[in-house]
């Protein structure tokens, strides 16, 4: 009980974090400097826990007076209106579990569940637990909630224990949006940041003349004055993840070397190539602008989250820019506001395990759940951690970016003590030659095509 007032306390202080705590990039909470994996996953959801439970629990006491606050699920009394704080678990049918490849009796579904994109279905079903136990959620019939939710989510629910053993939810409650910090006053003239995300160099498919068309607009080499003036208001470029593009076949020829090794030569030249086209694009940008760049999905980075840095040896030629910054996946920034973005792995987890098909609606659940990443470490992998998780968000971004996503969206969410953010959904460049500008000082968002269809046509 010692350590859990010592952690609440500890819990209390990064609620209350002011300008001088974000001075400079806090996106070192997102650098791993012990990647080890002999750490139990168990400490991080417990760690999640007891830095989210005591909140909601503070705010059901000032706030309800008919349902009665357990600080266990073993304090439920059947009958009586009770609120219960814990970790969702929520049990899909189709999720991949690799002990099943060595199950024969349940060989149809573990080969339809790693076929599968999308995990959730009728079946699911919610269960709530914290250090004492467990319990199962029960919802009216005409509430579709289950469906809604993802493992790993901290959240209150307020109803009652009955005979049978299960809690019937008449209402659930998340954290809400974390405070924010304001911003750093006035800003001069019209900072623009550009988002944009699935470069996907090396890609056959993709279309290399609108992305040298998107370099040359940002560098101000593209249009006429009017061009050219908007463009010198671009402050910064983030690029969120799935930057390069390796074939299966090259990429399994770079790990098994051995396997052939006539073509060992060519296939590794042939890998280094995106890495090569990445590093001279950077270089063009960093030349005019400061850059940032996230690793994602398929980049020559960690697969776990949170994703590392690009290692400086493979992009030598920008790395001689002091504008150009590799970064993490999360990443965490201040540019007169707070932005925080991810490469989209956190976003398309969340839709793969449940019914949300709208990133933006999976985003503001995130902002909500005040956690980037609840799924990991069930369906999507991260490092185990000892001391504390470092997706939990402690205050509320101005502006919450997702990238490699279908379609471009974005949306303003106001919270209820003031908070204001813009969240933002990247789509892929590869897949749809959009990227998006980002007005800092009105927080609004444009997309700018670079659709070079018109060039192709006869």
């Not at 304001?182 to 003349?209: F, R, W």
């Amino acid at each position: 009980m010692d350590d859990e007032k010592l952690l609440y306390n500890e819990c209390d202080i990064i609620f209350q974090l002011d300008r001088t705590d974000i001075d400079c990039d806090f996106s070192t909470k997102f650098v791993t400097q012990q990647k080890s994996l002999a750490a139990q996953y168990a400490d991080v959801y417990y760690l999640r826990l007891m830095t989210l439970k005591h909140g909601l629990l503070d705010e059901a006491r000032s706030k309800c007076k008919v349902y009665k606050p357990a600080n266990r699920i073993l304090d439920l009394e059947v009958g009586q209106k009770s609120m219960i704080v814990g970790t969702l678990l929520k049990v899909m049918k189709f999720r991949p579990n690799i002990l099943d490849e060595f199950n024969k009796d349940v060989e149809n579904i573990s080969n339809e569940s790693f076929k599968r994109n999308h995990y959730s279905s009728d079946d699911d079903y919610v269960i709530m637990e914290d250090e004492s136990g467990r319990v199962n959620l029960r919802f009216p019939e005409d509430n579709n909630m289950a469906r809604m939710l993802v493992t790993g989510v901290i959240l209150a629910a307020y109803g009652q224990l009955g005979e049978d053993g299960t809690f019937q939810v008449d209402e659930l409650q998340n954290p809400g949006l974390p405070p924010q910090i304001p911003t750093a006053g006035k800003m001069e003239g019209e900072p623009k940041i550009i988002l944009v995300s699935g470069l996907e160099l090396g890609n056959p498919d993709s279309d290399p003349l609108a992305v040298d068309m998107l370099v040359d607009y940002i560098t101000g080499n593209l249009g006429g004055v009017e061009t050219f003036q908007e463009s010198a208001k671009v402050a910064k470029v983030i690029i969120a993840g799935s930057s390069c593009f390796f074939s299966s076949e090259n990429r399994s020829s770079a790990l098994y070397r051995k396997a052939d090794p006539s073509q060992t030569r060519a296939n590794q030249k042939e890998t280094a190539n995106p890495v090569r086209e990445l590093d001279l694009l950077l270089t063009r940008l960093s030349s005019s602008v400061a850059v940032d760049i996230l690793p994602g999905a398929g980049d020559p980075s960690n697969v776990f989250m949170p994703q590392q840095p690009f290692h400086n040896c493979l992009l030598p030629s920008a790395n001689t820019y002091s504008s150009f910054r590799p970064t993490t996946n999360p990443c965490a920034k201040e540019e007169g506001v707070i932005i925080i973005g991810t490469s989209g792995q956190n976003v398309e987890d969340i839709q793969r395990c449940s019914e949300v098909e709208d990133p933006l609606d999976v985003m503001q659940n995130l902002l909500q759940w005040r956690h980037l990443a609840p799924t990991a470490p069930d369906t999507l992998p991260c490092f185990p951690v000892k001391d504390e998780d470092p997706f939990i968000l402690p205050h509320c971004p101005h502006i919450f970016f997702a990238g490699n996503q279908k379609t471009f969206g974005s949306r303003t969410i106001d919270g209820e003590k003031g908070q204001k953010s813009l969240l933002v959904s990247v789509p892929s460049f590869s897949r749809t030659k959009t990227a998006v500008e980002v007005d800092v000082r009105t927080l609004t968002a444009t997309p700018i095509s670079f659709g070079t269809e018109a060039f192709h046509q006869d």
